[in-house]
Structures are given as structure tokens and as C-alpha cells.
């Protein structure tokens, strides 16, 4: 794939992306306006994390990263890969089952586990009956994204990102039937019927998103069958790589457990101490969903398009090929996270009043302070990211492990810190400065591990790169900024013009400098167009 094909794959996936987050940001609009951001919020969102917890920890970091490499090592077979993927399919689709299975069984020792101060509660019956029905979904998570990374090894990118457009609507439909008929939700008033609509509805969206990739593999030409046949050279190696991953996976929900427990008790302390707004793990997973968005809609795509590429350079032992693609990679990355995580910091509680309208001042404003607190972690984020797809397309997941035990210490170290030294009603705020912390951590490790590889990246170049970034939007930030009190109109103008002045100084000022990148990116957008 060259330069201007992974332009090409990224601009596709990112339209896809902006579409499933703009949908999903009016999934959670609604969401916030029928549950609150306080301990009814609290119980839905420990309820349908805990999917992507249990997902994300047993299988979903092989089967989004680990399995590419294979997957893409295995179309170079006779058969186009089809044996090797359609036993791939057949012991994922077991050991989903299985997983999802154990899930409903456990429910309430999860609940006791991530929630341990709703015991005795309301709030536990409430969030163990939510799990129950949101627990199907590690299935059908799982079955995406096997589905989408055979899709994207075989080139085809679009589906993978814009599938996830129908499990919004079918949410935004549900949420807004809700609220039209039970607009006064409580802990106190929500009924059976009503848990039921919010469980089993949710998860209708994660089927319907799974079952759409079907049609986009067939017409790839993979013949995709159930073969039980599991004493494949290239399975056990699968296995063994997947085995790493969980370690890497089991190591960021455990530090992610300490999260939620902390941020739960927070809530539930504040709310004792007569605090009304919303101060624990709700506004932590909203602030953090309007983080990722740019991570989302810009490196997601970037880098997904990016791993068949390098896997496939590794197999060529082209190690120039991949210094310079992960090199312009993260620069592509930076001209576009660098501005957002500025807005963040700058303008969280703008942002959240906002995009939140729906909520109190003062909900908007925590939730805000918080989105603030995260915002720099954008820019480690996005590169990091970018680093261990590069090492997993070498399949090195051992010294990745290593390396998230150590960031997840720290992290944990100092989160237990916060939930000790600070207020309860500023620990959320608290844990959101701590996960900016303990990425950048994070990269540095991750540019020592892939220089291991011989992938000789130009770290103080790269750094040079994205503090000139920085400063470039500060600057142009800095003229609407000294004029912030005579702007006229409500929130929403404000923010659109804070946007709109300060992205047009920005791209003027890049334009100005002739700098590489901007003009690469310019180049490769035109030659699009023709």
C-alpha cells in the first residue's frame, strides 16, 4: 500500500468515523438526558462497560491487532487464506460463546467486584439485571471485529467503521422512545420493563453492527466455514500470541478496575456528604468519549489502514519502509490531535456545556474540568498507538507487556493517592490528569521497545514537530482568547467561532511555514480530487 492508498483508506475510515461518532455522541446526548450523570447514570455505564471490559480483556486486543499480521501473512497461502481464517473464526466464535456464557453466570460477583459500594443497594439489583441483558454483547463485539480485520486484510476498510452507524440509530431510536415515554427514570422508580428495554435494546445494536460485516467478507472472496481443526502451525502461533495479549489486556483492566472503584466510591461519598452533581464514573467515561473522538475519527483510521501495510513490510524485512511510514504516520496525526487536545484544555467546560445541554451548569462544568484534565493525554495516545501497531506487526507482545505492568503501576499508585489525599468530589479530576500522566509514560516505553526492532525513529525530530504544533495553535488561539468576553451569542456560537477563527490562523500560519508535512498532506488530499 503506498502513501497515497493509506490517504486514501484513512479518508474513507474517517468519514465512516466522524458518522459513528457524531451518531454516537447523539446516542449519548440522550442517554445522559434519560439517566442522569449521577448513581442511575452510574449503574447503566458500569453495566455496558463491562462487555467491552471482559471483550477487551480476553480477546479483543488479539483480534484488533494480534491476528492482522497473521491474517495478512496467511493470504500469501495457496487457498488465499481461507483454511487459516476460517479456523480463526471457528475457535473465536467458541471461545466468545463460552466467555459470554460465564459472564451471565458471574454477574453479580462482577457488579461486586467493579461497583463493591452498591452492595445492599438499590443500585446493585439495578446495575446486575443491566449486565445480564448487556452481556451478549462480548459476542457480537467480538464477532465485529474478527469479521472487520479480515475485511481490512483483504483491503477493504470502509464497513469496518461505518457498521457501528446502525448500532447508534438503533440506540438514538431506542433512547428517545424512553424518553418520550419514561422521562423521569430514577433508582428509585425504574421498573423490569424498563431495565429490559435499556439492556436488550442496547444490545440489538451490537448484533445488528456484527452481522452487516457478513456480506462484506463473502463478496471478498474469503470462504469463511466452521473447521475445528485447531493443530495448525500458524493457530498455535496465534495462540501463543493471543496468550500475550490477554497478559496486556489483563494488566490495563485490572489498573482500569482501580479506576471505576475509585471513581464509584467517589459518587457514592459525595452524594452521602449532600454533593448533588454528578462526581464519579459517569462523567470520567463522558469527558473520556469526547477525548477520543479526535484519536478516533483521525489515528484510528490512519493506523488501521497502516497495519496490514507494515505487517506486510516486516514479512519483506523493510525496515527503512517502516521507519518512514510510522514517522509520517504520527506527524499526519499530530497536525490534527495537537489542535484538539489545546481546545480541550483550554475550552473543556465550554465543550461540555455544549455538547451536554441537556444536563445542570454545574454537572457540565465538572464534567468539563474533567475533559480538561485529560486533554494533553490525547497527544500520547495517538502516538503510542501508532508504536504498538508497529510492534505487533513484528508480533513482539512479550516486552508490551512489560511495558503497560509499568505505566499501569504508576498509575495505580497514584490514583490510590488521589482517592486518599484529595476530596471525593475532585477524584474523578483527579483520575483524568493521572491517565495524561501515565501515557506519556507509556510512549517513551513504547519508542524504546520498537528501537529494539531496528526501526531507528526520529524521537527528538518528531518532538521538535509537535511542539512547534503547539506552540503554532497556541498562537493562534491567543487572538480569540484576549477577545473571549465581547463574543457574542450563547455557548454554541462561542465554541464555533473559538473553532472556526482559531483553525483558520492555524492552517494559515502551516501554510505559511511550507512545512513538510502540511504540504505532503495538501499534495496527497489534490491529487485525490483529480
Same mark, same amino acid.
Given at each position: 500500500?503506498?502513501?497515497?492508498?493509506?490517504?486514501?483508506?484513512?479518508?474513507?475510515?474517517?468519514?465512516?468515523?466522524?458518522?459513528?461518532?457524531?451518531?454516537?455522541?447523539?446516542?449519548?446526548?440522550?442517554?445522559?438526558?434519560?439517566?442522569?450523570?449521577?448513581?442511575?447514570?452510574?449503574?447503566?455505564?458500569?453495566?455496558?462497560?463491562?462487555?467491552?471490559?471482559?471483550?477487551?480483556?480476553?480477546?479483543?486486543?488479539?483480534?484488533?491487532?494480534?491476528?492482522?499480521?497473521?491474517?495478512?501473512?496467511?493470504?500469501?497461502?495457496?487457498?488465499?487464506?481461507?483454511?487459516?481464517?476460517?479456523?480463526?473464526?471457528?475457535?473465536?466464535?467458541?471461545?466468545?460463546?463460552?466467555?459470554?456464557?460465564?459472564?451471565?453466570?458471574?454477574?453479580?460477583?462482577?457488579?461486586?467486584?467493579?461497583?463493591?459500594?452498591?452492595?445492599?443497594?438499590?443500585?446493585?439489583?439495578?446495575?446486575?439485571?443491566?449486565?445480564?441483558?448487556?452481556?451478549?454483547?462480548?459476542?457480537?463485539?467480538?464477532?465485529?471485529?474478527?469479521?472487520?480485520?479480515?475485511?481490512?486484510?483483504?483491503?477493504?476498510?470502509?464497513?469496518?467503521?461505518?457498521?457501528?452507524?446502525?448500532n447508534?440509530?438503533?440506540?438514538?431510536?431506542?433512547?428517545?422512545?424512553?424518553?418520550?415515554?419514561?422521562?423521569?427514570?430514577?433508582?428509585?422508580?425504574?421498573?423490569?420493563?424498563?431495565?429490559?428495554?435499556?439492556?436488550?435494546g442496547?444490545?440489538?445494536?451490537?448484533?445488528?453492527?456484527?452481522?452487516?460485516?457478513?456480506?462484506?467478507?463473502?463478496?471478498?472472496g474469503?470462504?469463511?466455514s466452521?473447521?475445528?481443526?485447531?493443530?495448525?502451525?500458524?493457530?498455535?502461533?496465534?495462540?501463543?500470541?493471543?496468550?500475550?495479549?490477554?497478559?496486556?489486556?489483563?494488566?490495563?483492566?485490572?489498573?482500569?478496575l482501580?479506576?471505576?472503584?475509585?471513581?464509584?466510591?467517589?459518587?457514592v461519598r459525595?452524594?452521602?456528604?449532600?454533593?448533588?452533581?454528578?462526581?464519579?464514573?459517569?462523567?470520567?467515561?463522558?469527558? +473520556? &468519549?469526547? !477525548?477520543? %473522538?479526535?484519536?478516533?475519527?483521525i489515528? *484510528?483510521?490512519? /493506523?488501521?489502514?497502516? #497495519?496490514?501495510? $507494515?505487517?506486510?513490510?516486516?514479512?519483506?524485512?523493510?525496515?527503512?519502509?517502516?521507519?518512514?511510514?510510522?514517522?509520517?504516520?504520527?506527524?499526519?496525526?499530530?497536525?490534527f490531535?495537537?489542535?484538539?487536545?489545546?481546545?480541550?484544555?483550554?475550552?473543556?467546560?465550554?465543550?461540555?456545556?455544549?455538547?451536554?445541554?441537556?444536563?445542570?451548569?454545574?454537572?457540565?462544568? +465538572? &464534567?468539563? !474540568?474533567? %475533559?480538561?484534565?485529560?486533554?494533553?493525554? *490525547?497527544?500520547? /495516545?495517538?502516538?503510542? #498507538?501508532?508504536? $504498538?501497531?508497529?510492534?505487533?506487526?513484528?508480533?513482539n507482545?512479550?516486552?508490551?507487556?512489560?511495558?503497560?505492568?509499568?505505566?499501569?503501576?504508576?498509575?495505580?499508585?497514584?490514583?490510590?493517592?488521589?482517592?486518599?489525599?484529595?476530596?471525593?468530589?475532585?477524584?474523578?479530576?483527579?483520575?483524568?490528569?493521572?491517565?495524561?500522566?501515565?501515557?506519556?509514560?507509556?510512549?517513551?516505553?513504547?519508542?524504546? %521497545?520498537?528501537?529494539?526492532?531496528?526501526?531507528?525513529?526520529? /524521537?527528538?525530530?518528531?518532538?521538535?514537530?509537535?511542539?512547534?504544533?503547539?506552540?503554532?495553535?497556541?498562537?493562534?488561539?491567543?487572538?480569540?482568547?484576549?477577545?473571549?468576553?465581547?463574543?457574542?451569542?450563547?455557548?454554541?456560537?462561542?465554541?464555533?467561532?473559538?473553532?472556526?477563527?482559531?483553525?483558520?490562523?492555524?492552517?494559515?500560519?502551516?501554510?505559511?511555514?511550507?512545512?513538510?508535512?502540511?504540504?505532503?498532506?495538501?499534495?496527497m488530499?489534490?491529487?485525490?480530487?483529480?
Amino acid at each position: 500500500m503506498s502513501d497515497e492508498s493509506l490517504l486514501r483508506a484513512s479518508s474513507v475510515m474517517a468519514a465512516g468515523t466522524i458518522f459513528s461518532r457524531v451518531t454516537g455522541l447523539i446516542r449519548n446526548l440522550l442517554l445522559v438526558a434519560l439517566l442522569g450523570t449521577a448513581l442511575l447514570g452510574d449503574t447503566y455505564n458500569v453495566a455496558n462497560t463491562m462487555p467491552n471490559i471482559l471483550y477487551n480483556l480476553l480477546v479483543g486486543g488479539a483480534l484488533t491487532a494480534v491476528f492482522v499480521p497473521q491474517i495478512v501473512r496467511s493470504l500469501r497461502d495457496s487457498d488465499g487464506g481461507s483454511a487459516f481464517i476460517s479456523r480463526l473464526f471457528t475457535v473465536t466464535v467458541t471461545f466468545l460463546f463460552l466467555l459470554t456464557t460465564i459472564g451471565l453466570l458471574l454477574a453479580p460477583q462482577i457488579v461486586n467486584i467493579y461497583a463493591p459500594e452498591y452492595s445492599g443497594r438499590a443500585e446493585f439489583d439495578i446495575t446486575v439485571t443491566l449486565m445480564r441483558y448487556c452481556l451478549p454483547q462480548i459476542f457480537f463485539l467480538g464477532l465485529f471485529a474478527l469479521l472487520g480485520q479480515i475485511a481490512n486484510a483483504k483491503g477493504k476498510f470502509g464497513p469496518m467503521m461505518w457498521a457501528p452507524v446502525i448500532n447508534n440509530l438503533i440506540a438514538i431510536t431506542l433512547f428517545t422512545f424512553l424518553l418520550r415515554n419514561n422521562p423521569d427514570l430514577a433508582v428509585e422508580s425504574i421498573t423490569t420493563s424498563d431495565l429490559l428495554w435499556l439492556g436488550l435494546g442496547t444490545t440489538a445494536g451490537y448484533i445488528a453492527q456484527a452481522l452487516i460485516l457478513f456480506p462484506v467478507i463473502i463478496k471478498s472472496g474469503v470462504k469463511l466455514s466452521l473447521n475445528f481443526n485447531w493443530r495448525n502451525t500458524q493457530i498455535i502461533k496465534s495462540f501463543k500470541l493471543a496468550g500475550w495479549s490477554f497478559l496486556y489486556a489483563l494488566i490495563s483492566q485490572l489498573s482500569y478496575l482501580v479506576t471505576i472503584n475509585i471513581a464509584t466510591t467517589a459518587a457514592v461519598r459525595s452524594a452521602a456528604g449532600g454533593v448533588a452533581t454528578g462526581v464519579g464514573y459517569t462523567p470520567y467515561a463522558n469527558a +473520556y &468519549l469526547i !477525548l477520543i %473522538l479526535p484519536h478516533s475519527i483521525i489515528t *484510528l483510521s490512519i /493506523v488501521t489502514a497502516l #497495519l496490514p501495510r $507494515l505487517s506486510n513490510l516486516v514479512i519483506d524485512k523493510k525496515q527503512g519502509e517502516i521507519t518512514s511510514a510510522m514517522n509520517m504516520a504520527m506527524r499526519l496525526i499530530g497536525i490534527f490531535t495537537v489542535p484538539a487536545a489545546l481546545l480541550f484544555l483550554v475550552f473543556g467546560e465550554v465543550i461540555s456545556k455544549v455538547l451536554y445541554f441537556g444536563i445542570s451548569t454545574d454537572d457540565a462544568n +465538572y &464534567l468539563g !474540568l474533567t %475533559l480538561s484534565a485529560f486533554a494533553l493525554g *490525547l497527544i500520547p /495516545v495517538s502516538i503510542n #498507538l501508532v508504536l $504498538l501497531r508497529g510492534l505487533n506487526a513484528f508480533e513482539n507482545l512479550r516486552s508490551q507487556v512489560i511495558g503497560n505492568l509499568i505505566m499501569n503501576i504508576i498509575s495505580v499508585v497514584l490514583s490510590m493517592a488521589a482517592a486518599v489525599y484529595l476530596e471525593p468530589k475532585w477524584v474523578t479530576v483527579g483520575l483524568a490528569a493521572i491517565f495524561t500522566v501515565h501515557y506519556f509514560i507509556g510512549t517513551a516505553i513504547s519508542f524504546y %521497545l520498537i528501537k529494539r526492532h531496528n526501526i531507528d525513529l526520529p /524521537v527528538f525530530s518528531i518532538a521538535v514537530f509537535y511542539l512547534k504544533l503547539f506552540l503554532i495553535f497556541s498562537l493562534s488561539l491567543a487572538p480569540i482568547w484576549a477577545l473571549r468576553y465581547q463574543l457574542p451569542g450563547g455557548n454554541l456560537i462561542y465554541l464555533l467561532l473559538v473553532v472556526l477563527v482559531s483553525a483558520a490562523f492555524y492552517l494559515f500560519i502551516l501554510r505559511l511555514l511550507k512545512m513538510p508535512e502540511v504540504t505532503y498532506l495538501v499534495k496527497m488530499i489534490k491529487a485525490r480530487k483529480e
